[in-house]
């Protein structure tokens, strides 16, 4: 098991930045995966970006490239996402999330992840 708790949300304005964190309870190199996942009302989750623990390679959805950045700190068994340049499409509940050591599907899928966390919001306002 692996617990997961996020942090960091908040309401910003269209064109700022928020940093979100998400401390593992145990090393996350013993995930394959980890990845960010957010869901707006009404709508599924969906995959924003993940990263392979060992290597660090990272994976992007379309619509975040280039102003998103995550980033695995395994020392501190901590994930993050750096958003940048905010827009209001970008609001939703942010999920951490984590698989069990290896890979069980496409890095963006939420059915390829077993572990999640509880979610910290993200308000955009234009």
């Known amino acids: 098991q692996m617990q997961l708790v996020e942090s960091g949300g908040g309401s910003v304005q269209a064109g700022e930045s928020l940093r979100l964190s998400c401390a593992a309870s145990r090393d996350t190199w013993s995930a394959y995966y980890m990845g960010w996942f957010r869901q707006a009302p009404g709508k599924e989750r969906e995959g924003v970006a993940a990263?392979?623990?060992?290597?660090?390679?990272?994976f992007y959805a379309d619509s975040v490239k280039g102003r998103f950045t995550i980033s695995l700190d395994n020392y501190e068994r901590t994930l993050y996402l750096q958003m940048n340049s905010l827009k209001p499409e970008d609001i939703g509940t942010y999920f951490c999330?984590?698989?069990?050591?290896?890979?069980?599907?496409?890095?963006?899928?939420?059915?390829?992840?077993?572990?999640w966390g509880q979610g910290t919001q993200v308000t955009v306002s234009s």
């Open positions: 999330a984590a698989d069990r050591g290896f890979p069980a599907g496409p890095s963006l899928s939420s059915t390829s992840y077993n572990f």
């Open positions: 990263i392979h623990t060992r290597d660090k390679t990272t």
